[in-house]
């Protein structure tokens, strides 16, 4: 019955230019997406990254990004220093959820520290730790990835200081458990991305549109400001401020440090112009990121013109022949390497810089090249792809357009999904120029 009440609640929150769920019923939503990982994945990633015990401490408002996934609803924020502790009996199959705090960590994590017994939190934590007996004790340090980096000097400093010695060499780094906590999703998550990212489309469909746009009047930025009050409008967020831009015929292609970081602000959209945008929604702890683009027709036409059309499937092509070569066990650059070689021997010209996405917009897992590291990314992009894990698949490719005496880029990017059939787009992908037609 829960899971009925879940999916009406999921599928009713989406209906398009309507407000979205109130908080009341997105907390339900979020505690019982929650509740599903603690129980059924998160015992799956311990066994499957050899940790018993994993340790996850905060302090209020200074908080682990792994932790901020794992409070309810109902916590913003965690409380004075939040200690969870999961303890995973695989003989019993059983996994423990802890808190080492003087509350309830919501209806999941079940508070096992009585303060007035022992005023001191980290005797209470070795505590536990000595009735377990864990083999590997997992804590939130790392050199590469930041979102499983999470667990502070002074926090680490005074554990270590408490841990009695027999227990210090079983301590380890938590990376990859942090990593694939961060990384993978669940049936319940995909119900909610599909339909957010769908939503995403939307509202780029609608940004790109007359509704929105009047040739010789409308800004890059209008358009940048309705993406963002549009969302808000509807009750959720962005997680980075939208870009747009244009590329037309008298105006030299920008370089890529232009293009991500430097874009020129109000520009006039014109007849002709080639629109690109980059916008991404946060909604239900989950978040999208998507490029599309659209074309600005000419008061004498109805369509876009052919030589856009084939530049825009040669980005299409990039994205077909990236996508082919995931394979689970593959690392990030393994996979960035083989692709740019392959469309190198089509003749084209790609840059690929594909990231993990989810419960972060830039989130943890395989890093598939940066537009800066097309040769591979070290550390990061030595990160094996594992299943059920999302991806914003992000590339361009240049085309020399003879027809504007210039090159143009491509830039497209889309969520994608990496499971046990092989890989999808969560919500399908943009094969065709978004047509602005002023004149109706």
């Known amino acids: 019955m829960k899971k009925i009440i879940l999916l009406l609640l999921i599928s009713l929150s989406f209906q398009l230019h309507a407000q979205l769920l109130p908080e009341r019923e997105r907390a339900q939503v979020i505690d019982e997406v929650l509740k599903d990982r603690f129980n059924n994945l998160l015992p799956k990633l311990m066994d499957r990254t050899g940790f018993d015990m994993w340790v996850v401490i905060s302090r209020e408002y200074n908080e682990d990004p792994v932790l901020k996934t794992m409070l309810p609803a109902t916590w913003l924020n965690a409380r004075r220093r939040t200690i969870l502790v999961f303890y995973r009996n695989k003989e019993q199959n059983t996994i423990e959820k802890l808190a080492i705090a003087r509350y309830n960590v919501g209806e999941n994590i079940t508070s096992a520290w009585d303060k007035e017994k022992e005023p001191d939190q980290w005797k209470a934590l070795i505590d536990i730790i000595k009735d377990r007996n864990p083999a590997k004790i997992g804590l939130n340090y790392s050199t590469n990835f930041g979102l499983a980096d999470g667990l502070v000097k002074t926090d680490y400093?005074?554990?270590?200081?408490?841990?009695?010695?027999?227990?210090?060499?079983?301590v380890a780094s938590a990376e990859k458990l942090a990593i694939a906590w961060l990384e993978t999703r669940?049936?319940?998550?995909?119900?909610?991305?599909?339909?957010?990212?769908?939503?995403?489309?939307?509202v780029i469909a609608e940004a790109f549109s007359n509704k929105v746009i009047t040739v010789g009047k409308t800004t890059?930025?209008?358009?940048?400001?309705f993406l963002r009050q549009k969302v808000t409008d509807l009750g959720a967020e962005t997680w980075f401020h939208p870009t747009v831009d244009i590329q037309r015929t008298n105006e030299e292609l920008q370089s890529h440090i232009t293009s991500f970081s430097n874009r020129p602000k109000d520009k006039v959209i014109q007849y002709g112009d080639l629109l690109h945008c980059d916008f991404g929604i946060t909604y239900l702890r989950m978040n999208t990121d998507c490029q599309q683009h659209a074309y600005v027709l000419k008061p004498d036409e109805d369509k876009a013109p052919d030589f856009l059309v084939s530049a825009f499937a040669e980005g299409n092509k990039v994205q077909d022949i990236f996508t082919k070569n995931f394979e689970t066990g593959k690392t990030g650059n393994e996979i960035l390497l083989n692709s740019l070689a392959e469309a190198k021997a089509e003749g084209l010209r790609p840059s690929i810089y594909t990231h993990p996405l989810g419960l972060y917009g830039h989130s943890a897992g395989p890093t598939i090249g940066m537009w800066d590291s097309q040769g591979g990314v070290p550390g990061t992009g030595d990160y094996p792809l594992y299943e059920n894990t999302g991806y914003a698949i992000e590339l361009n490719t240049t085309v020399t357009i003879p027809q504007w005496k210039k090159d143009i880029r491509i830039m497209l990017e889309e969520a994608g999904f990496w499971g046990e059939n092989g890989f999808r787009y969560v919500n399908e992908r943009q094969e065709e120029l978004l047509l602005i037609n002023t004149d109706q």
Request: proline letters at 3%; charged letters at 30%; hydrophobic letters at 40%.
């Open 186 to 202: 669940t049936k319940k998550e995909m119900e909610i991305f599909e339909n957010l990212v769908q939503l995403t489309h939307d």
């Open 220 to 225: 890059t930025d209008d358009v940048v400001w």
């Open 157 to 170: 400093e005074e554990f270590m200081q408490a841990l009695p010695a027999a227990y210090k060499s079983k």
